[in-house]
C-alpha cells in the first residue's frame, strides 16, 4: 500500500487481431484498476501499433525512428489510425506497395503525355495487356480500365481516377 511500481510491456499487443489491439489499453488499464488499490504506477510500453498511440496524449509519447529520437507534434489521442501511420509510423503510403504500383501505372497510362497528348487507345491497350495479363483492344480499352479501377477499395482514389480516365477519354473522342 502506497507503494510506487513501474510496469514495462514490450509489445505486448503484438500478434492480436486489431479489434483486440484497439482495446488493448482500455483492457490494461481496467484490469490494472480493478485489482491495485493506493498504488502509484507507471507504464511503460513499446508498440508498433497505431492503435495503442491512438489511446495515449501525444506528450506520454517518444517515437524512435533510425535517425532520431524524438516527439512528433501531431495529437494522438483519439486520432485517426490512417494519419497516425503517415504521420507517427514514418510511413510514405498506407497501401500495400503492390496495389500502390497498379494503381500508379493505371494513373500513368491515363495521364501519360507523349509530345504533348495524351496516349492513344492503342499503346493503353497493349501497356494494360501486358501488364495486367490481359486481351483488350483499342476499342474496349475504357470498359476494361473501368472494370480494373471499379476494383479499388478506397472511395477517394476510385472515384478520381475513373473522373481522369473519362476526362482522358472525352479529349481523345
Known sequence: ENDTAIIFIDEGE???????????ISTLLDMIEGNVKNLQIQIVITSNSPFIITDLKSEDIIYLSPTSTSKLEILT?????????KN???????IGEYAKRKIGFIINQICLQENDEYLNPITISKNVNIEFNLKTT?????ICLREII????????????????????????
Open 14 to 24: 503484438l500478434y492480436y487481431h486489431p479489434e483486440w489491439q484497439r482495446t488493448y
Open 77 to 85: 489521442f483519439g486520432q485517426n489510425i490512417h494519419t497516425l501511420l
Open 88 to 94: 507517427n509510423f514514418f510511413m510514405d503510403y498506407t
Open 138 to 142: 483499342k476499342d474496349n480499352i475504357y
Open 150 to 173: 471499379s476494383l479499388i477499395g478506397e472511395d477517394i482514389y476510385r472515384l478520381k481516377i475513373l473522373n481522369m480516365l473519362d476526362n482522358c477519354f472525352n479529349e481523345k473522342l
